[in-house]
């Protein structure tokens, strides 16, 4: 009986992922052919993230290869396949989950600083070399940077089980509401050390150590949370506040 069991557990565990795989290999049949429009292919585009939204398992390990399978099956059509770098490329720039971040990272490696791409010129392809070595440096279970307000590093010395860095501008309402949930989040949590960094840049004394914050994490909204462990190393982020429970 009990042999019966697992027999059954395990087929409801491997034939509907067996499903998933044979819908996958057969998902992009005939893009060898493809020989319609690339420029702003709002149907392609669609296509592109419908298979990495609802085909595709949320890794970045699952999302390299199936960009891999693909990108070897569009090879011989240059127009086609440049089309989906740039789309994906964008796609993980500013990615659903936190963990996503280093597909963009990835691309960069294996193909944009690789081949020769449509629309890919040395300016552009200098600020994404900055982006992935960013997001390279600011990967999960990386130590943080630390970071220099009024000449002073103020990450390494603060000694907490965990540390949430929130990047907010107070004259923000967005920030504002966002830092209550967080004060209230933290008021159950005594072993978080939460450091509020105001990026109001009419309140600093030193806009390069402002434009310096921006730049070493990343920051193109506000507001944002980055939480550390003890030792440092970023465990979450670009998550909202009624998160940490649950990531902690």
């Avoid at 392609?44 to 298979?51: C, H, N, P, R, W």
């Avoid at 070897?72 to 789309?87: A, G, K, M, P, Q």
């Amino acid at each position: 009986m009990i042999r019966q069991i697992i027999i059954v557990l395990f087929l409801s565990l491997v034939l509907p992922l067996a499903t998933i795989h044979a819908q996958n290999a057969h998902f992009w049949d005939g893009i060898e052919a493809f020989d319609g429009p690339t420029d702003d292919n709002p149907v392609l585009a669609s296509q592109l993230d419908f298979y990495f939204d609802k085909m595709v398992a949320p890794l970045p390990d699952s999302i390299t290869l199936e960009i891999t399978r693909l990108i070897d099956r569009t090879s011989d059509n240059i127009d086609l396949r440049d089309f989906i770098l740039w789309h994906l490329l964008e796609r993980y720039r500013h990615p659903e989950y936190m963990s996503q971040d280093q597909v963009f990272v990835w691309l960069y490696d294996q193909y944009f600083s690789q081949l020769e791409i449509k629309d890919l010129n040395t300016t552009n392809l200098a600020m994404i070399q900055e982006k992935a070595e960013r997001l390279r440096r600011l990967a999960l279970f990386n130590v943080a940077p630390d970071i220099k307000i009024n000449g002073t590093y103020i990450l390494q010395s603060v000694e907490s089980e965990h540390i949430v860095l929130f990047f907010y501008d107070h004259s923000c309402e967005v920030c504002i509401e966002e830092k209550r949930e967080l004060d209230s989040v933290c008021a159950t949590l005594p072993e978080i050390k939460v450091l509020p960094i105001d990026l109001n840049m009419d309140q600093t004394a030193d806009l390069s150590e402002l434009l310096a914050i921006f730049d070493t994490y990343d920051i193109e909204a506000k507001p944002l949370i980055y939480v550390l462990d003890k030792d440092k190393r970023i465990i979450a982020k670009k998550i909202r506040a009624k998160q940490i429970p649950s990531i902690l």
